[in-house]
């Protein structure tokens, strides 16, 4: 099973669009790998300091956000977005319904958590590394400075097998 974790990124804000995650204006490109250079590019934070060029996003490979992640219009270039920039998992208080669903279709985990489980995660300092127990169904989540945060989810048991699978292409081409 792949891997699930790694170096985490923070994107401190709610509603983060699939069109400030991949702009619009790359749809036309027909490969995953012409995505790659165009993650994040319209994303504007509070402070306007930030930059999807960064090594923190660069290395990233969890993202941690508030609420509604992926809201928007339904394209899959989104999620595969996340794929090819080596994001396997994102952590958010919600994510818009259809965008979900395509994460989960891609191997790619989306765990929600209490918004007070994300605030004490937005509270770390320094370099931030996520790791997860697929069977316990838990997050740790530590800081370069010693800090760590241990959070609780829940995963419906289909969601699982697609996780388990790879994604749905791989989940079907093993039941079907």
């Known amino acids: 099973?792949?891997?699930?974790?790694?170096?985490?990124?923070?994107?401190?804000?709610?509603?983060?669009?699939t069109?400030?995650?991949?702009?619009?204006?790359?749809?036309?490109?027909?490969?995953?790998?012409?995505?790659k250079p165009h993650l994040l590019e319209d994303l504007h934070l509070e402070g306007d300091?930030?930059?999807?060029?960064?090594?923190?996003?660069?290395?990233a490979q969890v993202l941690i956000?508030?609420?509604?992640?992926?809201c928007g219009s339904s394209r899959e270039h989104a999620v595969w977005v996340l794929e090819v920039n080596g994001i396997n998992m994102v952590i958010a208080e919600s994510f818009a319904r259809i965008f979900r669903q395509n994460m989960f279709n891609c191997g790619i985990?989306?765990?929600?958590?209490?918004k007070n489980d994300l605030d004490r995660l937005f509270k770390l300092q320094g370099k931030v590394t996520v790791s997860v127990d697929l069977d316990k169904e838990q997050?740790?989540?530590s800081s370069d400075n010693g800090a760590s945060v241990l959070c609780p989810f829940s995963l419906n048991p289909f969601d699982k097998q697609l996780i388990a699978?790879?994604?749905?292409?791989?989940?079907?081409?093993?039941?079907?």
């Open 19 to 35: 069109d400030e995650i991949i702009p619009a204006r790359y749809l036309t490109e027909i490969s995953k790998a012409a995505l």
């Open 109 to 114: 985990l989306a765990i929600e958590l209490k």
């Open 165 to 176: 699978a790879g994604g749905w292409l791989a989940y079907a081409d093993a039941k079907y």
């Open 65 to 70: 956000t508030r609420s509604n992640f992926g």
């Open 49 to 59: 300091t930030f930059d999807p060029r960064s090594e923190e996003i660069q290395n």
């Open 139 to 141: 997050l740790s989540v």
């Open 1 to 17: 099973m792949k891997q699930f974790g790694g170096p985490a990124a923070f994107l401190d804000r709610s509603d983060i669009n």
